[in-house]
């Protein structure tokens, strides 16, 4: 049996998980609106004519343009200078999500052997690192060396979901990976927005993004000391091992007492979601087959997610500000259908359905030339949104037991991590290579490839079907 977990408790580990991923995801979500102002800041700074630094030799500022402008000269089509720094911004994130790919993993596994509190904790420090260094960001190496130091450290979002499943059973795994996505919407609909206005307050001459950098600093460690303060432990072996050692007040009351041995306790701490036999957990989807539904989604998703600025002001001319209300909507239509809907969908059904309006949206996204369309499209970007990754996540977590529960989530957000890492640069090729129809019909044909695998691979859990319950 699973271990036990009374209302109160899963209450309140809950908010818990919900205040701290709300902060973090939102300290996250400062930078994004600021990437273009930030690097065009820095190469005017250091690279604004022959790419050279103070000493005569190239800095890594001028050799990484030197090599994004020979990349973009190979294309067939001319693409405007402005683009450079897109390009740039581009190859950071890119960066930074193959580098969670790699770490998220090693972070899942450390959360298996050490805690989920344990492994949380060690990744707000990373944080705060990552942050720090870009408050102190004066040159374009010191940024970097941020973007590198957070990707690496990044691991907050496969915990707060391993968390959640600590303290669901069946019937409330939907609706707890749904409160992850909830954080999501929220965090994407405001926290751009109050980056880019804490941008405009200039508090450091030597680095004008310094306040907004600071801002994300003081949300980083409020996060942190609330976490040390008021996160138990929530990995089962833990929980148990410290109820049968007399620490009774340290899992407050996650576990039930019992006097059984330790060995015996952690026996039957297999996830009631899976079954065993001759000790092994056997699974109704592989976890390799989810791992790659989630990398072949994210693959032609985030490339369509990165070009689709690009599209509106090639077709309408659309600036930062109406780009920021596009985005802004999308994000709050997810975040109503995670509340009111996605919650309550059966995970099968909430990756089927998610995935489909993807496969429409993208075919939309092909042919429109209205803003009607436009929005049309969003709409159906925003029931994606709010469904594949929360509906993946439930799924995955049915098939772990509960202490291979970390590491097999942090491998489904590296596969997912790797697909957003590669998706942009190769939907902005074939976008620039052969224009916009061939680039998102050709993603519409990746996403439909995506559909048959959760239409005729994916099956409902096992012990969903034991239990009686839906999809």
Not at 98 to 113: C, E, K, M, N, V
Not at 336 to 355: A, C, E, F, H, K
Not at 447 to 471: C, D, H, N, Y
């Amino acid at each position: 049996m699973a271990a036990t977990v009374d209302p109160a408790t899963r209450k309140k580990v809950l908010r818990v998980v919900f205040i701290s991923l709300l902060l973090d995801l939102i300290s996250f979500t400062f930078i994004l609106p600021l990437f273009p102002s930030l690097l065009s800041y820095y190469r005017d700074l250091e690279a604004p004519t022959q790419f050279s630094s103070a000493n005569g030799s190239p800095s890594i500022l001028a050799r990484i343009l030197t090599y994004l402008n020979a990349y973009k000269a190979s294309f067939a089509r001319p693409i405007d200078s402005r683009y450079d720094i897109v390009l740039l911004g581009g190859a950071l994130g890119s960066l930074f999500s193959i580098l969670q790919a790699l770490a998220s993993p090693f972070i899942g596994t450390l959360s298996d052997r050490y805690g989920r509190r344990t492994a949380l904790l060690f990744s707000m420090a990373g944080n705060i690192l990552s942050v720090l260094l870009w408050v102190c960001a004066t040159d374009f190496r010191t940024f970097l060396l941020s973007r590198i130091v957070g990707g690496l450290s990044e691991g907050n979002v496969q915990l707060a979901i391993a968390i959640a499943t600590d303290i669901s059973d069946e019937k409330q795994r939907s609706s707890t990976m749904a409160l992850v996505g909830i954080c999501f919407s929220i965090s994407f609909t405001f926290g751009p927005a109050l980056g880019a206005w804490l941008s405009t307050i200039n508090s450091v001459k030597a680095n004008p993004f310094a306040t907004a950098a600071g801002f994300s600093l003081f949300l980083i460690v409020t996060e942190t000391i609330y976490l040390y303060l008021c996160l138990p432990e929530t990995l089962p072996s833990k929980v148990a091992s410290a109820k049968l050692n007399g620490a009774p007040a340290a899992t407050n009351g996650l576990t039930k007492p019992t006097t059984r041995s330790v060995s015996a306790t952690q026996a039957k701490l297999v996830s009631s979601d899976t079954t065993q036999v001759g000790g092994k957990v056997r699974r109704t989807n592989s976890h390799f087959l989810l791992n790659f539904t989630h990398l072949a989604f994210i693959l032609f998703f985030s490339g369509m997610e990165f070009s689709l600025p690009f599209m509106t002001f090639d077709l309408f001319g659309y600036t930062s500000a109406k780009n920021g209300r596009l985005l802004g909507y999308m994000g709050l239509v997810a975040s109503l259908l995670q509340g009111g809907v996605t919650r309550r969908l059966p995970p099968l059904l909430s990756v089927r359905v998610g995935v489909v309006s993807c496969l429409l949206a993208l075919l939309l996204l092909a042919r429109i030339d209205t803003i009607g369309g436009l929005y049309a499209a969003t709409t159906l970007l925003a029931v994606t949104t709010a469904t594949v990754v929360t509906g993946l996540n439930a799924l995955s977590s049915f098939e772990a037991g509960e202490n291979e529960r970390g590491g097999k989530l942090g491998n489904l957000r590296s596969w997912g991590q790797l697909g957003r890492g590669v998706g942009p640069l190769l939907f902005t090729s074939v976008y620039w290579w052969a224009g916009r129809e061939v680039a998102y019909t050709i993603g519409g044909m990746g996403v439909l490839a995506v559909s048959m695998i959760a239409f005729f691979g994916l099956k409902t859990p096992l012990a969903r079907r034991e239990k009686g319950l839906r999809m």
